[in-house]
């Protein structure tokens, strides 16, 4: 390690492909691969102790998206810099062409094909724009982010994918896209009070937006605020999150054993609402450990976003964090019935390829930042120095 | 370069310190939730686990099969049969209607059966199974077991239907089961399931508790649409007791039958030692299956305007003036009150009574009459003589001892109590002075004095054995997993001395079994088998002056409606009494030429059949085999 340390001690170290493997930071691939098998394992509980149809696929999509992480951690992170804007331009075509392709085809369409896999484009999205926002703010100045004409631009950059996923209609995804491009210009400095400025302009926009949500989208909002007004309607799926977890006490019903999810009360249960069926078989404790693993997580994304020595990295590794922690927060604020169901899966848990491939991605860019913390990219890119 | 770096500097410091609130802010939100899990879980666990065994468990009633009712001698009368029928789950058939097409080529539906079944699929969830038909033929039900293969989700579903195998026979007794009545609720879940049947009448309504059992409940483990995934526990209920019954079934028949010449008729017949009823007739009688598919309106209104009330059981809901039966009451109680057995009147036809006349049957008079020729010719003058000397209330009082004017605790619903007058019973319910002449006519069986058949059969019994038996017609239960019951009543001495019923059996014998006696065409002639009994005539119109002076009009010159019941009660075999018999023919004419006959006829096969001879259906030995 102490060759590391000193290696680190360099400007720009040229570094070798086996120092890069000894720079991964292991504990967090550990807690990576403990969060997934946590959610295999529940995987296996939802389809009744057994691996068909769930957890076998899942497995399978996670080794897939483990190797694909290792790769992007490797990946020189000045190569991600260069990528940033084409990465995010490719996405923004994708969402335009989801758009196109939903309103030829019938009704909301969310994925696109590529024959491998199926492609969520605004999972992708959630990824891009803040590798976009990262690169932005990256050669911007102090006193540049504290003047006005300078958001402009970011500004398109975040509510651009956010108007197109809103028009899908996915709400939840959208308001995502925009507190994740939110974080990103408060760890850049923006100002506090044209944050309260942004707010109060939302929030005005708050009647005109709510006329413009589907009438399921409004439903699920209004049953949110009296889950119990419609236990066998729209307030159904909160209502039997809620028994599920309360049922399950502290100590849980114990492995397989959650009456609730087999018995198909709880919806969903391998998808968006696998924390419930996780918390009903294995308690408050399961749930608590399991919220562990995630402040795990975030402490090792905000200690790489300190420790990088490019303005990019930083912002980039608080910017994934921060998405990450949207997923996990706004997922389990859901089935808790903190807030309205808006359909965010659980990272790394939840049984779906696009959201376990793109938290994957994320943090093997955060595993890059790491690894190349003490790269130095100059203020107005990586040209003006070669 | 300085310049640069310190604004590189500046630029981490500000990212640092807006990462800090950013973790900060985090943190906090990872608190909110690891409280609202600990509210969830921790303080409102209660409550949601309450909820989640409420999703989860049902529980499903077990419903235990009826109990039988038998006879003394174990012969079903009331059992369960099973019903086939014919169902459908909707979730296994791909086309409907071609599926109904394929059933109706072995079961006919026509179009409203078809519009039932739609309406009833779509209400219902579609694993449930909708009743296409019930009670199909065994040719039916072989025929879709079958075709199995090409009905799919059709099925056959085996329940149950109370059957009476003996119909209208014992109908008046048995009773009969149909669906709970909404005022009929108790609370008990049992009553809620669909088509579940209670008693409505007879021994079914009595003892309808004992015969339903408790119903068993089933665990089961639901999803989230209702389906059951499995069952969690099982609690086994206990079936129906079995009801025995004192009736002999084939008595019963026999008198059924022998009954059925009488536009209407009543008669029973009890075992004299302990009041066991061996047979409870009523003619016309009724049909109780329609009763359990759910009578029509029409139907019911059919039976209940029926002239001849087939519904009621006129043996022990049937109130006639008991006529010249009654006459044994005034003897004993001319007894009781001094007047010796040899106490004698003259009959000239009538007597005077003030400036009224009270005329005897006989026209001419039966000259100088004691106790034993008035029983035996049936002499009303002397009655008439005995009752002004000892007064209405001593003959009630002997009445009363008899059973005869109120109800006498028969087990079976609708029994009615008719009425034995006094003088305070007079003012009471007419509000006038009793009159000297009513003393008379309530001395011969008529007036006020109003007995069911019932009463007159248990005074016959009493009259025979000198002990007050009660009648009843359930002589124990059996099973349901409880030990058996076996009932006896206790039949107390009557309180009459020896003597004066010895007198007044004499007489009844005379009347049957010499020369004058007003029966003595019905003399059973088979030795050692021979009755003792009393004929009765109950008016139920005033004869006139005028026409006693033109000649009282014969009864088979009247319309039915107005003629006399005839009645008849006897006893057998006369030395050793064991079965008593009362039988009333309404508006049958006299009572020695409607009533003795079919009481002959009745207690000669009684006797012949001898079901007091015959071991019945043991009940206190196999209780105690059931349990061990």
Known sequence: MSVLDEMHLRRNPRLTLGQKLLSINWGLVLLIALLAGFGLAMLYSAANASFHPWASRQAMRFLFGLTVMLAVA??????????????????????????????????????????????????????????????????????????????????????????LVLRQPDLGTALMLLMGGGALFFAAGVRWWKFALAIGAVGAAVPLAWNSLRGYQQKRVLTFFDPESDPLGAGYHIMQSKIALGSGGV????????????????????????????????????????????????????????????????????????????????????????????????????????????????????????????VRIPRRGLRDES | MSERRNEEQGRYRGFARRAVMLGGGQLLLLGALAGRMYYLQVVEAEKYKLLAEDNRINIRLLPPPRGRIVDRFGTPLA?????????????????????????????????????????????????????????????????????????????????????????????????????????????????????????????????????????????????????????????????????????????????????????????????????????????????????????????????????????????????????STFKMMVALAALEAGLGADHKAYCPG??????????????????????????????????????????????????????????????????????????????????????????????????FVLTTPLQLAVMTARLATGKAVVPHVTRGLRGGGMPSLSIRLPAPSIEVPKAHLEVVRNAMDAVVNSARGTARGSAIQEPGWEMAGKTGTSQVRRITKAERDAGVIKNEDLPWRRRDHGLFVAYAPVDRPRYACAVVVEHGGGGSSAAAPIVKDILLETQRRDPLGNEPLPLVALGDGQKA
């Open chain 2, 79 to 323: 059992v369960n049969r099973q019903n086939y029928r014919v169902l459908l789950v909707s979730e296994q058939i791909r086309d409907l209607e071609a599926s109904l097409d394929d059933l109706d080529r072995i079961v006919p539906l026509d179009e409203a059966d078809r519009e039932r079944i739609r309406k009833e699929i779509t209400r219902k969830r579609n694993f449930v199974p909708v009743t296409v038909r019930e009670n199909l033929s065994w040719e039916q039900v072989s025929r879709i077991e079958v075709n199995a293969p090409e009905l799919p989700g059709v099925s056959i579903d085996v329940g149950e239907t109370r059957h009476y195998p003996y119909g209208e026979i014992l109908s008046h007794i048995v009773g009969y089961v149909a669906a709970v009545s909404e005022k009929e609720l108790t609370g008990d879940p049992l009553l809620e399931l669909p088509g579940f049947r209670v008693g409505k009448n007879g021994v079914e309504k009595l003892n309808d508790e004992a015969l339903r059992g408790t119903a068993g409940t089933s665990h089961i483990e639901v999803n989230a649409v209702g389906r059951m995934i499995k069952e969690l526990s099982r609690h086994e209920g206990h079936a129906g007791r079995e009801v025995v019954l004192t009736i002999d079934s084939g008595l019963q028949s026999y008198i059924h039958q022998r009954l059925a010449n009488e536009k209407s008729a009543a008669a029973v017949v009890l075992d004299v030692d302990n009041g066991e009823v061996l047979s409870l007739c009523s003619v016309p009688s009724y049909d109780p299956k329609p009763f359990n598919v759910g009578l029509s309106r029409q139907e019911w209104l059919g039976l209940v305007n029926d002239p001849l009330s087939p519904l009621s059981n006129k043996a022990i809901s049937g109130l006639y003036a008991p006529g």
């Open chain 1, 74 to 163: 490797l990946i020189d992170i000045r190569v991600w810099f260069r990528l940033s804007y084409p990465i995010y331009l490719l996405s923004l075509l994708l969402l335009v062409a989801v758009e196109l392709k939903g309103s030829v085809g019938m009704g909301a369409q969310r994925w696109i094909d590529l024959g491998v896999i199926q492609l969520q484009p605004s999972e992708v999205m959630k990824v891009a724009l803040i590798m976009a926002l990262a690169r932005y703010f990256h050669g911007r100045t102090l006193e540049d982010v504290g003047r006005v004409h300078y958001l402009i631009p970011p500004l398109f950059l975040a509510v651009a994918p956010a108007a």
């Open chain 2, 350 to 447: 009538f007597m005077r009574l003030g400036n009224h006349r009270f005329h005897c049957w006989k026209r001419g008079g039966h000259g100088s009459m004691d106790l034993t020729g008035a029983i035996q010719q049936s002499c009303d003058v002397w009655f008439y003589d005995v009752a002004k000397r000892i007064g209405i209330d001593r003959i009630a009082g002997m009445a009363e001892r008899f059973g005869l004017g109120a109800p006498v605790g028969i087990d079976l619903p609708g029994e009615r109590g008719g009425a034995m007058p006094t003088k305070a019973w007079k003012l009471a319910n007419i509000g006038q002075a009793w009159l000297g002449g009513e003393t008379l006519i309530n001395a011969i069986g008529q007036g």
């Open chain 1, 251 to 374: 100590l849980g019903k114990g492995y397989l054993q959650g009456s609730q999810s087999h018995l198909n009360f709880l919806p969903e249960k391998q998808t968006d609402f696998i924390f419930t069926m996780l918390a009903e078989e294995l308690g408050m404790v399961g749930g608590l450990i399991l919220l562990g693993l995630f402040f795990l997580v975030f402490v090792y994304g905000f200690a790489i976003a300190l420790r990088s020595r490019n303005h990019y990295g930083r912002l980039l590794a608080l910017g994934l964090t921060v998405n990450l922690f949207l997923y996990v927060f706004i997922n389990i604020a859901m089935v808790t019935g903190l807030i309205p169901v808006v359909g965010v899966p659980l990272p790394l848990v939840s049984y779906g390829g696009t959201a376990m491939l793109t938290v994957l991605f994320s943090l093997g860019l955060m595993v890059s930042v790491s690894i190349h913390r003490d």
